[in-house]
């Protein structure tokens, strides 16, 4: 069974910054490809940052220059540093991998979400 938890979120005034965190536990040979999604109030799932099969990391065009993601040499741990955030950053952010488990097999899988407000 694997398992994404996010964490790090929270309420912050516009101009401030917040770090998401996603922790990949439980049966895990291999991850392809991590990021983080957000769905704001009655809007689409859209992606914020990620990084590919190859390793390279994506940004969204909303959040280029303010966000940037990161992640452990074990692909364990991922982060989301957001700065400079705004009253259109907030959402619920979910943590997202494509996981090779030990029977070989690759499943995408989410995190339940953690809510981040931006107050103006």
């Known amino acids: 069974q694997v398992e994404l938890m996010e964490s790090g979120g929270g309420l912050v005034v516009a101009g401030g910054s917040l770090r998401l965190s996603c922790l990949a536990s439980?049966?895990?040979?291999?991850?392809?490809?991590q990021g983080w999604y957000r769905q704001g109030p009655g809007g689409q799932r859209d992606m914020v940052a990620e990084?590919?099969?190859?390793?390279?990391?994506m940004y969204g065009d909303s959040v280029a220059g303010r966000f940037t993601i990161s992640r452990d040499k074990l692909k364990r741990w991922m982060h989301l540093q957001m700065n400079n955030l705004e009253p259109e950053d907030t959402a619920v952010y979910y943590c997202?991998?494509?996981?090779?488990?030990?029977?070989?097999?690759?499943?995408?899988?989410w995190g339940k979400g953690t809510q981040v407000t931006v107050s103006s």
């Open positions: 997202n991998a494509r996981i090779i488990g030990e029977q070989g097999l690759e499943n995408e899988q």
């Open positions: 990084f590919t099969r190859d390793g390279r990391g």
């Open positions: 439980g049966s895990i040979a291999s991850i392809n490809t």
